[in-house]
């Protein structure tokens, strides 16, 4: 089974403050794949094969890496973007999701 | 308008069989390359894949569950089923179904989800 490993576990930012969370795979992943989720809701698909924004995800949010290393930007925080973010990779099975980084806003 | 809906019993007791059905519409499981999966979720914690299902009736089981899981589909009535035997408080989640996205080669994603359906195992 891949562990996903990500850092931090709970952060809070700034109006404006640029973020980044990290996701570790314990063996080699061809992609990661990022939810956001907000509470009381299911998550959403924000980023696909490592730096695809899904539909309607601003373009201040990006994605990437490669092999067992991959990040997660928001270029600039926004209050509306304060949600549980999980990465998540489907190279083998069982598919594995990240324990999640819950980010708030300051 | 891609849409899925879970529906289930709400409360069961240990060792009951949990039953799951998810409805959709906007797709169809008979479409080649098209695939629903199962993923659950314990109040204030992360989330756990459980199954999916293909077009082809291919399946594919989270090993953890150990045999508990059966997955399966009606393509007639759109709708998508997942069973876990011999339920415990471990058990206890919010479960959602989801679209499987496929965007290349071993390029794989949920797209859309359902709103999930809360599970209580309690006796």
């Known amino acids: ?106 | 308008q891609v849409t899925l809906k879970e529906s289930g019993p709400g409360i069961l007791q240990p060792s009951q069989t949990l039953s799951l059905t998810c409805t959709f519409s906007g797709f169809s499981l008979s479409t080649y390359g098209m695939g629903v999966g199962w993923i659950r979720q314990p109040s204030g914690k992360g989330l756990e894949w459980l199954a999916n299902i293909w077009w082809d009736d291919d399946k594919y089981y989270n090993p953890s569950l150990k045999n508990r899981l059966t997955i399966s589909k009606d393509t007639s009535n759109n709708q998508a089923f997942l069973k876990i035997t011999n339920v415990d408080t471990a058990d206890t989640a919010t479960y959602y179904c989801a679209r499987i996205a496929w965007t290349g080669y071993n390029a794989y994603y949920f797209d859309y989800w359902g709103q999930g359906v809360m599970v209580t195992v309690s006796s």
Do not use: N
């Not at chain 1, 290393?69 to 099975?93: G, K, L, P, R, V």
């Open chain 1, 1 to 106: 089974e891949i562990v996903l490993t990500q850092s931090p576990t709970t952060m809070a930012a700034s109006p404006g403050e640029k973020v980044t969370i990290t996701c570790r795979a314990s063996s080699s992943v061809s992609y990661m794949y990022w939810y956001q989720q907000k509470s009381g809701a299911s998550p959403k698909p924000w980023i696909y094969e490592t730096s695809k924004l899904a539909s309607g995800v601003p373009d201040r949010f990006s994605g990437s890496g490669s092999g067992t290393s991959y990040s997660f930007t928001i270029s600039s925080m926004e209050t509306e973007d304060a949600a549980t973010y999980y990465c998540h990779q489907w190279s083998s099975t069982p598919l594995t999701f990240g324990s999640g980084t819950k980010l708030e806003i300051k």
